[in-house]
């Protein structure tokens, strides 16, 4: 696995304490599309990995493409 940092980091909405919270990722798995997001989104960052279901870009083509 090879995370990539995403510069800048770009907000989505993941699910994290069963519910939807709009958050920062900071980087990015390729072939598992993971993210780690901070959590929680407001103070002390920490990091969440979370898996593609559970997390959405806020914008569309918010994450590169393998190799991208």
Known sequence: MTWRRLTPPRRVTAFVAEAWHETTADEYEDETREVRVHWPPHGPVRH??????RHRPLEPAAFPGPGG
């Open 48 to 53: 969440v990995v979370l898996d593609a279901s």
